[in-house]
T-cell receptor, first 114, second 116 residues
Framework: DGGITQSPKYLFRKEGQNVTLSCEQN?????MYWYRQDPGQGLRLIYY???????QKGDIAEGYSVSREKKESFPLTVTSAQKNPTAFYLC?????????????FGPGTRLTVL | AQSVTQLGSHVSVSEGALVLLRCNYS??????LFWYVQYPNQGLQLLLK??????LVKGINGFEAEFKKSETSFHLTKPSAHMSDAAEYFC??????????????FGTGTRLQVTL
């Protein structure tokens, strides 16, 4: 079955450590996105990529980094520069053809900084 | 920048009652609009989307939404709530003059509680 996988589901990190969240899709979608979700704030866009080897900052990119070396993969690194990284992280992808396509979401990774 | 406002962070209805979740957008040009549902500790699932083809849009699980340009609204409704509808609902917007894979802007969400 096609879909988006995120791993791990739960992640614990000590302050000062970098961590990488995995996102893989087998939907053959060109575009991929990373969102951060905090209670009462909805989803906020961190980074997005519309094509391999290219990505753009979203609204809250500071303290995060991404790469897009393969169409299927869009890993997110939460660096030690991110002051408040505890949150629920969601990855999404979207087909670029057509006119109005929805984003498909993975199950999320919950990151907790200890 | 375009935005959406979801009035009411929490809505509680009785099982069998009408569900009404509100979404208003801010744009002089009607955008594309989406409603997503999120169950606890899960990702988002698309309920329905407005693409300008029809103002009344039917989605999954018995939900529908009506686009009203005069009110800049895209409220989500369901005639009869079920316990399984308890979840968080997000409205999202995308400008029409951007690419298909352009970013969405999400509202802050409305948590729906369904009581017996």
């Amino acid at each position: 079955d096609g879909g988006i996988t995120q791993s791990p589901k739960y992640l614990f990190r000590k302050e000062g450590q970098n961590v990488t969240l995995s996102c893989e899709q087998n939907l053959n979608h060109d575009a991929m996105y990373w969102y951060r979700q905090d209670p009462g704030q909805g989803l906020r866009l961190i980074y997005y990529s519309q094509i391999v080897n290219d990505f753009q900052k979203g609204d809250i990119a500071e303290g995060y980094s991404v790469s897009r070396e393969k169409k299927e993969s869009f890993p997110l690194t939460v660096t030690s520069a991110q002051k408040n990284p505890t949150a629920f992280y969601l990855c999404a992808s979207c087909y670029s053809g057509g006119t109005v396509n929805e984003q498909f979401f993975g199950p999320g990774t919950r990151l907790t900084v200890l | 920048a375009q935005s959406v406002t979801q009035l009411g962070s929490h809505v509680s209805v009785s099982e069998g009652a009408l569900v009404l979740l509100r979404c208003n957008y801010s744009s002089s040009v009607p955008p594309y609009l989406f409603w997503y549902v999120q169950y606890p500790n899960q990702g988002l699932q698309l309920l329905l989307k407005y693409t300008s083809a029809a103002t009344l849009v039917k989605g999954i699980n018995g939900f529908e939404a009506e686009f009203k340009k005069s009110e800049t609204s895209f409220h989500l409704t369901k005639p009869s709530a079920h316990m399984s509808d308890a979840a968080e609902y997000f409205c999202a917007v995308r400008p029409v003059n951007t690419g298909t894979a352009s970013k969405l802007t999400f509202g802050t969400g409305t948590r729906l509680q369904v009581t017996l």
